[in-house]
DNA sequence: TGACTTATGTTCGCAATGCGAACATAAGTT
DNA sequence: AACTTATGTTCGCATTGCGAACATAAGTCA
């Protein structure tokens, strides 16, 4: 367990059973027991009864053999969803947007040093991943991060920056911390943020911030399209005006 | 703790602090140390020491006063939803039905009495309560949950019904398990299920089976409208075809 | 078919983990 | 100021959970 962990408090046997749900992925669906114990890096003994404990709870299914999430589990990430109102007022403007451009729409919020998506409304499969609800993906490289990022002070920033590692995706990307200073900078002046192909080479997007009532930024929403399709100039000619536009409407309901 | 869990190799630290993350709801987005102690039936200082655990690991958020549920925990959801290819698979196809029929279109899995939704496009609030990836719904109750139960054994299908509690939801629906056994019969005849106004008033919707290419069914997929706009026979004449084509087209990548 | 490898099932002594009663302090209300 | 409700914290203790060790099962290979 992580040294930054304090061990009085700490209860070791909660952080195991979330590493155990956390074995299981794409690659992952359904494993063994040692396999299970070999990524939660835990004794076997202790991964079955881990397994077992949340097999009897309905979060994992058997076959006496290899063992898989159950869609129980799904009820800990709606815990999450059900308790943040935004996600149910941002659905249908996501939804509205999406339509009317006729491109990706989503919303995220900052978590840490990643965006997390909220809400998505996908009209075509564009990147090699997918995007869901849950999903992750780094600010630093991201339009939704961006606008999110150039929201906080220089201090804030200084301090969410120190536990960023710069990943060159592509060619393209910004891995120079002033650089991407001066570009938060400048997302700060414009009020939105243009990402071209530094997550993933053909794709760009654009996003804008998500006021509350108290003018604080709340999450962020964007577009995203294939370069081949949109140009940047087309991005804040048609596409920025329909986000701005949603983004006003998004905080009316959030003020009643 | 149910009487149910084998207390030899049941971890309770682990089923604590899963009921802590589901005292978050709606209705407690932000609540005290207090409240989640009650909630989640726990001591208080069992439940600070649960509290302070999620925080140090990044699934909930205090301001030393209230607690509140981080986006982190959207990644527990996550792990089962990645570990499920079907996900993927159905969003896009899900996508395309909603728009060609402009309805919300949703595929959702049985997990015991329930049916769980796993996928979503929707088109208009029309319920009143919103529906996202992870929401349960009584299978009983609902299109998709009645071409699953359907699919059953009568055996199975007892098993299951033994631990329905049936509830009337509107003066449509159905109570009586015979009534619903006869439903399933027509369901499974016709290979589709209709639900008008048993959910909820006003509403109705038409399901079909997700067929694996071992014929064997993993999923149900559905259209919800309103009854002021689709008569049901139009719901067969227009939009039973469009979901068909759907699930034809869902096997043929089902079976890559 | 036997030897070997890899896997799971299970036990039980034991230590550490987690518990919760009790006390201290803080904040809000009357 | 008294009272109520809340949180912060401790520490003795009992139970919980651990994991080494052993048993058994299943698969592979010669």
């Not at 339509?99 to 995220?108: A, F, I, N, Y």
């Not at 604080?216 to 804040?236: D, F, H, K, W, Y």
Request: aromatic letters at 6%; hydrophobic letters at 40%; proline letters at 2%.
């Amino acid at each position: 367990m992580s040294s930054s962990m304090n061990t009085k408090d700490f209860i070791t046997s909660l952080a195991r059973g979330l590493k155990v749900i956390q074995s299981f992925d794409k690659e992952h669906r359904k494993i063994s027991l040692s396999q299970v114990a070999a990524r939660a890096e835990l004794n076997r003994a202790t991964a079955r009864r881990f397994l077992f404990t949340l097999k009897a709870l309905g979060y994992v299914n058997s076959d006496g053999k290899l063992f898989w999430l159950s869609p129980k589990v799904l009820e800990l990430g709606y815990s999450y969803l059900i308790s943040q109102p935004i996600t149910d007022i941002v659905q249908s403007f996501v939804d509205q947007v999406s339509s009317q451009v006729g491109e990706s729409c989503s919303v995220s919020i900052l978590d840490g040093t990643e965006v997390v998506y909220i809400s998505r409304r996908m009209t075509k499969h564009i990147m090699s991943i997918s995007l869901n609800v849950g999903t992750r993906l780094p600010a630093v490289a991201t339009s939704m991060g961006r606008v999110l990022l150039a929201d906080k002070s220089i201090e804030e920033l200084n301090v969410i920056l120190e536990k960023v590692q710069f990943q060159k995706f592509t060619k393209h990307t910004l891995t120079d911390e002033q650089a991407l200073k001066d570009e938060l900078l400048k997302v700060r002046d414009q009020g939105y943020a243009i990402v071209s192909e530094e997550l993933e080479l053909g794709l760009r997007s654009i996003a804008v911030p998500i006021y509350n009532k108290y003018d604080q930024i709340v999450a962020s929403i964007n577009v995203g399209t294939q370069v081949a399709r949109i140009s940047e100039q087309e991005l804040t000619k048609r596409i920025l005006p329909c986000l701005q536009n949603a983004v006003t409407e998004i905080r009316k309901v959030l003020s009643v």
